[in-house]
């Protein structure tokens, strides 16, 4: 049921997409929201680079994956950049990396399948959906986005619950 919900929201953003072309999406209940997704950024690439500075800088990996047809992935990437205490958790405690997938494109390329594989298949949820990496690239944590919102937008004590269970302090030792 949920592959159809996500299907069928995925083909009316491709119906009514009201983009001004490069920096912003558009929609009645959300507003302008900034395009976070690099769609022409190989998504392994990606993932390595945030994986090389997560080890330097001694902190965990956050791959928010989804795309900028999903309001729900650019009104999280909002949520967490405007709300002053996320945000500074975040840049403390984690890389964060926009990993762009679109379920309307299923074979996507070898590029894709090898991120879905390395980032444990976390398509199976909604999205977007976060994948908690270790620096050395283990996956420590799929989060399906939904548990987070409450209403239209995040609830912050969720959010931040989430990022503080996830950050190296806690999960130090903890593998799956």
């Known amino acids: 049921m949920r592959t159809i919900l996500i299907a ?10 009201a983009t ?3 920096s912003q999406v558009k929609t009645p209940s959300a507003g302008a929201l900034p395009r976070v997704y690099d769609e022409t950024a190989n998504p392994n690439t990606l993932i390595d ?17 989804g795309g900028n047809w999903c309001v729900w992935c650019l009104r999280f990437a909002r949520f967490i950049t405007d709300d002053a205490d996320i945000s500074t958790f975040v840049n403390d405690h ?4 926009h990993i762009n997938y679109d379920p309307s494109k299923p074979a996507q390329g070898e590029d894709t399948q090898r991120m879905l594989g390395r980032l444990g298949n976390p398509v199976r949820f909604g999205f977007p959906v ?3 990496l270790a620096a050395d690239g283990t996956v420590l944590h ?3 986005s939904s548990y987070l919102e409450e ?7 969720k959010v931040m619950r989430f990022f503080m269970n996830w ?10």
């Open 151 to 157: 209403g239209s937008s995040y609830d912050k004590q």
């Open 130 to 132: 976060l994948v908690v």
């Open 142 to 144: 799929i989060q399906d």
């Open 8 to 17: 069928f929201v995925a083909s009316l953003m491709l119906v009514w997409p």
């Open 94 to 97: 984690f890389v964060y990396a």
């Open 49 to 65: 680079e945030a994986l090389a500075k997560a080890g330097r800088e001694g902190k965990n990996v956050v791959c928010q994956v």
């Open 20 to 22: 001004d072309g490069f």
């Open 167 to 176: 950050s190296r302090e806690a999960t130090e030792g903890v593998k799956d």
